[in-house]
């Protein structure tokens, strides 16, 4: 079984910085594929970021060039660095970690930008 969990969330003023940090334990392979998506209220969890093993990245228009997404392999957490933060990106960040044909979620952490 895999366990992520989520850190790092919290309240900030338009145009500050976040990092979250999303620490995977249990049986992870070598290969696999982690992200970061969101929920805001009433609309559908969206993607924000993915990295492979490999260290590709993908980003969505509405925050390339404001996030980066990072990993490091041997402690097995990924990170979601946000700067520039602006109030639509209020929401849960869920970390998500995908291998063979199971996808796995962390419980989720608010992160909400408002002056």
């Known amino acids: 079984q895999v366990r992520l969990v989520e850190s790092g969330g919290g309240l900030v003023q338009p145009g500050g910085s976040l990092r979250l940090s999303c620490a995977a334990s249990?049986?992870?392979?070598?290969?696999?594929?982690q992200g970061w998506y969101r929920q805001a209220p009433g609309k559908e969890r969206e993607l924000v970021a993915t990295?492979?093993?490999?260290?590709?990245?993908n980003y969505p228009d509405s925050v390339k060039g404001r996030f980066t997404i990072s990993r490091d392999n041997p402690k097995k957490t990924v990170y979601l660095q946000m700067n520039s933060l602006k109030p639509e990106d209020t929401a849960v960040y869920y970390c998500?970690?995908?291998?063979?044909?199971?996808?796995?979620w962390g419980q989720g952490t608010q992160v909400t930008v408002s002056s």
């Open positions: 249990g049986n992870i392979f070598s290969a696999n594929m």
């Open positions: 990295i492979t093993s490999g260290g590709l990245t």
């Open positions: 998500n970690l995908r291998q063979i044909t199971t996808t796995y």
